[in-house]
T-cell receptor, first 110, second 113 residues
Framework: QKEVEQDPGPLSVPEGAIVSLNCTYS??????FMWYRQYSRKGPELLMY??SSGNKEDGRFTAQVDKSSKYISLFIRDSQPSDSATYLC??????????WGAGTKLIIKP | KAGVTQTPRYLIKTRGQQVTLSCSPI?????VSWYQQTPGQGLQFLFE???????NKGNFPGRFSGRQFSNSRSEMNVSTLELGDSALYLC????????????FGQGTRLTVV
């Protein structure tokens, strides 16, 4: 079992829909979580990070962590075609090593 | 501030050859990590270097090795290339504080034929 699990998709939704991207993790010691976005032929770039359980909002993006169920979510409101990318969820362990999910490919149809 | 620079961007090698990839981190960053990205496996951690020392290592065979120089630039070497080594190799640099963000280069696309 991978330490961070993520459905590879692709997830295809119409423009304007609310997108929900999800990950689960197995190590309860993980304290710091991030979402990276990767466009085709580019390196990943940080979208959001969060330390604790609960919600964190940044514009159209909301990151949610539920430590009791080891569940990480990213919500995108009013999705745009420019949001089409691969979204990677990451947990950081106590040695500062980043544990990556495989990524979910998101397609927003105009 | 210049970003993370990886060279070369594209590379084609034949089975059995060896290859060296280079990564120049963001100025001031002392941690450099290497990742392999394939469609099937996603992003997999290879190793991390900090101040010229390997700090962490992923589950890759000994054919994969790396090093870091005193200026924090890092190289990754793969010997006896196999077809399955075809992938995008990404390098990331970061600081070591609590708000660790990894900044990625655009990667080196390696194709083994």
């Amino acid at each position: 079992q991978k330490e961070v699990e993520q459905d590879p998709g692709p997830l295809s939704v119409p423009e304007g829909a609310i997108v929900s991207l999800n990950c689960t993790y197995s190590n309860s010691a993980f304290q710091y979580f991030m979402w990276y976005r990767q466009y085709s032929r580019k390196g990943p770039e940080l979208l959001m990070y969060t330390y604790s359980s609960g919600n964190k909002e940044d514009g159209r993006f909301t990151a949610q962590v539920d430590k009791s169920s080891k569940y990480i979510s990213l919500f995108i409101r009013d999705s745009q075609p420019s949001d089409s990318a691969t979204y990677l969820c990451i947990a950081r362990d106590s040695n500062y090593q980043l544990i990556w999910g495989a990524g979910t490919k998101l397609i927003i149809k105009p | 501030k210049a970003g993370v620079t990886q060279t070369p961007r594209y590379l084609i090698k034949t089975r059995g050859q060896q290859v060296t990839l280079s990564c120049s981190p963001i100025s001031g960053h002392r941690s450099v990590s290497w990742y392999q990205q394939t469609p099937g496996q996603g992003l997999q951690f290879l190793f991390e270097y900090f101040s010229e020392t390997q700090r962490n290592k992923g589950n890759f065979p000994g054919r994969f090795s790396g090093r870091q120089f005193s200026n924090s630039r890092s190289e990754m070497n793969v010997s006896t290339l196999e077809l399955g080594d075809s992938a995008l190799y990404l390098c990331a640099s970061s600081g070591r504080g609590t708000n660790t963000e990894a900044f990625f280069g655009q990667g080196t696309r390696l194709t083994v034929v």
